[in-house]
């Protein structure tokens, strides 16, 4: 049952996976790019960075953990798109220093740098980490400029396999429309499930009214930039391979045939855009049991991203499809099959890979303890509480 | 396909290098202290929990603070570590991928889950979670970072003893053929015990040494008394273990790494019956004439005790550096090839590639057995295919020499400072001079932390993977002015965010616990 085929199509689902959760779970920095925004005062603000900053660890872990599996299943991939796209990645993770440190620094005696610069920084995570990840991820359909030639390692001189095809190394999926697109969609996605997050998790009727007012203005710019980036993707040609050969070539609308001719990924697709739905719209218009507006869209709305995005990803690499394709040479594309590691590993990967649910098990455990009461001014001022 | 952008400029692979060894050095500076805390205040929290005095929740807290203000560098530093191993290692990460990606990603999902889940109940449970289930989370978030450790350290030991994989001449690239082999090599274990076991020492010594800075100034004075003892006590027998387990490691770096032992010991020519430098004048800031000289001046040494550290006989041969590049019989009768029939065996396995890859292409299969058995045959010298000369394949050995002598002596002050302390302890007397001590160990103990790292990562080069991967053959295909301009970056971010952060923990230390 194990084949090489099968643990190749689960690690993609697995690495997919991690992605999704990544993307819900910047929540953390769709929170912050709205610190100045909703938080008008000091105790605002440091009500929402408290809020989020019990989270901030699972987001970092799980990016970790998404460079740490697809190291391990697609080493290829992550030696050509790490070392080619050096700048895009390298912004990134500065961003991601910034905020690590941040949380912890940015409210205690002796900062030096002072209270607003470490915000500052937690709101240019806020912004710089989703646009630029949701832009990386966009060249899962649009294409890189790499080379991959395997016979370099014989090369003396340039013994290196893989290649980025022009000196900006990554920033050129700038300068692709699409690839902003999809960056400032996920931005917006962060946002407004920043905004159902922190609906739930804070106890503050003004922010409260602020983070509805701005759930619906995030909604709407996600919702309009998402769709244009969707309509563009199921209409664009896309790089496919012929297993027997490997041979890549370009083909008509393949990422439509590959959602809508596969009902499983169509239905995990539409089932979590409802959910995204439900999560946003009930928000305006269901009650809680008590009568008071409800607050817990954070989680069809997540469970939902998630959904989607593990569809749409799929769609990039399972069906011949190459998941990272390359414009400066078709054939250097990278694909479930020429990119993965051996079957050995992967079955190894595997049997590890049966922790997880154990590992979900706890931080469930772990959230829903730590979550039990919404945060408020009475708890952040506790000089007992250890908060940031 | 040839890219015309780019050759490879050996600048390119030092700024590598350095930006590499800053983060790691940086990531060094924080990791010990979490390791060494998580024991202590799990010990303290413990003792609330069976006592249940106030106080030593309040004294769990305390440290827990300094803890939390050092975590987040830890983290922050540690991201960029994983990340630089695609960024600027890209052709290492596509060659050993297959082996080295799976101790990273189970250090992801077994071990900073764990962290980063109990971490968040430590810090901000103590009024949401009932007192086992906050001992357990203190508890917890210690294991994961020690897990972490474990894995990371499997990695890293892979890189300087690469065992349980196979290279792959249809995929090119190595892959694991024995997990078992990767996760429980030798080198791994030792090199576990020794750096943890050694992270506890740190933290010992931070903690006595606050807790010393208090008693000078006559402040928490039960606070501080009760907190060195515990410091103390796990400093001690930290700094016995840690002697024992770098006995271990340095047998086993002579048994699997002798150009690294020999570059620790600045010995030029080996022999029996070898003795240990104590001190010699090593230049510190120029590579030795290891080719010319017979020995480093002013050499003092212990007799016969390098035989015994590398072979565990007060008479074992311990080869030199000549004797590495000139060829020398092990002391199991295997004879060691010299450096010249190793790169001559590795220009061999490239061209049995060459030859393989060639005949895959042009459909010629009734050679590719023969050509397969001849790089096999060959395989294991393949890194020697890309040397050219027998200076590249020493490392630098002041670096070498002097971080060894500075680990293992600051080890053995470490001990002398520990019996002290808790003799006084017992004796119930405050000689100042003991804290001052104490208080000044704090840099000292960073020091001997950070050489240790020095001795393991300089005494592997110029290998990436030892004898397999040289460093200019596992780089990215970069510009050397990207690297240098994100080597400025980081070391102004990282210096900087350390100034905050030694800032934050003296004003939290001198505000001291909330009692």
Redesign the interface.
Known sequence: MMTYEFLQHYWCAVVALLAALLVFLMFVQGANSQIFELGKTADERRLLINSTG??W??T??T???????F???Y??F???????A??L??LI??S???Q??S???QN??????GTRTFQTFLVINGIVGPVLLGGAVATFFTGSNF?V???N??N????????????S?GLDALLDPWNVVFGVAVFFLARLLGNLYTLNNIEDDTLMRRNRRALLWNTAVFLVLFLAFFFHIMTKDGYVYDPATGVVSMEPYTYFNNLFGSWPLLALFLVGVIFVLLGVGGTFLWKAKDGSPFRGGIWPAGIGTVMVVVSLLLTTAYFNTCYYPSNA?LQ?SLTMQNSC??E??LR??FY??L??PF?LA??VY??R??D??RLTHEEVND?????Y | MENELFTIDSSMVDWSRAQFALTAIYHWLFVPLTLGLAVIMGIMETIYYRTGRDFWKRTAQFWQRLFGINFAMGIATGIILEFEFGTNWSNYSFLVGDVFGAPLAIEGIVAFFMESTFVAVMFFGWKKVSRGFHLASTWLTGLGATISAWWILVANSWMQYPVGQEFNLDTMRNEMVSFVDVALSPVAIDKFCHTVISAWVLGAVFVVGVSSWYLLKRRHVEFARQSMKIGAIVGLVASVLAAVTGHHSAYTVGQTQPMKLAAMEALYNGGDDQSLTIFAAVNPFAQPDWKNEHEPPMRIAVPYALSFLATNDLHGYVPGINDIINGYDKSDGEYEVPLSEKMVRGSYALTAMKAYREAKRDGRNNELEVLASEFQENMPWMGYGYVKEAEQIVPYIPICFWSFRIMVGGGCLFILLFCAILYFLYRKKSPRWLFHTALWCIPVAYIVSECGWLVAEFGRQPWTIQDMLPTWVGVSALQSSSVMITFFLFLVLFTTMLAVEISIMCKQIKRGPEL
Do not use: C
């Not at chain 1, 205690?108 to 740098?113: I, R, S």
């Open positions: 019990r989270k660890e699972f970092f872990t990016l970790v953990t998404f460079g740490g599996a190291f391990a299943s080493p290829l992550y030696s050509t798109s790490f070392g080619g050096y700048w990645w390298m993770l500065f991601f220093v910034l690590a440190v949380y912890e620094f205690k005696l002796g900062n030096l740098l080379i030639e395997r016979d390692i014989m003396e001189a340039t013994p290196i396999v893989s290649q980025w095809a022009n000196a190394h040479d250097s590691s051996s050995f590993t190894t990967m590890v890979s922790l997880v590992v706890y931080i772990a959230w303890k730590m039990q009461k000089t007992e509480s250890e908060a």
